[in-house]
């Protein structure tokens, strides 16, 4: 589960059949703002995903509604609103694809409209060795986001419900950009995106209009999930680690030294410290590796436990988006919902 300490509330995660994917640390080297968290997740292609958002009542709203933006390799998804008056106790929304109105379905003869939903499914990237030919705008943009999820959480105000169409457009931008020319990544280790699912009818989604206090260029807060194949995350140095998943899973509530004990079983962690000169280049790596992602997991879980900041009355009003958006919340979640897994 992704946190950001200095905004208690917010939560976001990416999931796999209702589970959420193990998340690793970026490397040391990366800066992010102190409303925005970056982290790494495992993508196996052919698994369909989803995104969690959750609000609960740590999250100071200032009397604001959130839209929460949910993009993926640059392309906006969903937009889901969480209503102030759900905050307490919590609110969740799962976005699990996107949704588009469907003008060419024929029933009785004639055609009608028909809303649909198609599913996010990790795809293997397939590249050739090339140049690149003619893409630039929207296209680039696309390219240069490969592999990522964005949630961007915007402060909003909710206006009047509108009657709106959303045509659909993604699965053609998003299937027609593979495979692509190996040079247009620019070094990234990228071999998977995301591809779209075959359609299943759905309940029409309720729109609002929407004023925004933030911009999204500037969002309260930001959640950003890298999903990169494990081969990947082993070239680019992020999971260079061999021990157990289950051992993993428990060295950031052991610390360090009891971490290692357990690598090694039988041998002390002064004798491990005494061979710690000869560990190959590998080895340096991986324990360098290990302890990263300790500190990163405690400062998540630090978060949950012993921060009570409150973020919003630094930047209060220091944005204003008077303009009015179609915003969306669907008529299959239930109006007075708490907790919606």
Known sequence: MAIITTIPGLSVDVRVLGVALQEYSPPSDSVVE????TAFVEAQPGASFDVRIEVTSEYEHGGYDLTAQVEVDGKVIRRPLLRKEQFDPAIADVVNGTLYEDQSTVLRSRAVKVWKKKPLIFSSLITYHG??????????????NIGRITVKFLRSTIGEEVNAARHFGLANTI???????????????????????AADQCQKPTMYRTTKLDRLDAPMAKFTFEYRSLEDLKTAGIRSRTASPELEEQYFVMG??????????GNPIEEYEATVGALTAEEEARRDRIIRDLQFNQRRQQGFQNLQLGWHGRYHNEYSDTEDEEE?????????RRIQY
Not at 34 to 37: A, C, G, I, P, Y
Not at 131 to 144: E, M
């Open 328 to 336: 969306e919340e669907e008529e299959e979640q239930p109006a007075q």
């Open 131 to 144: 140049q690149v030919i003619g893409n630039g705008g929207d296209a680039t943009h696309q390219i240069d």
């Open 34 to 37: 102190d409303n925005e968290v």
């Open 175 to 197: 299937e027609d950009i593979s495979p692509l020319p190996q040079s247009a990544l620019q070094g990234r280790e990228v071999s998977v995106l995301t591809r779209l699912g």
């Open 256 to 265: 360090v030294e009891e971490y290692f004990e357990q690598m090694a079983p």
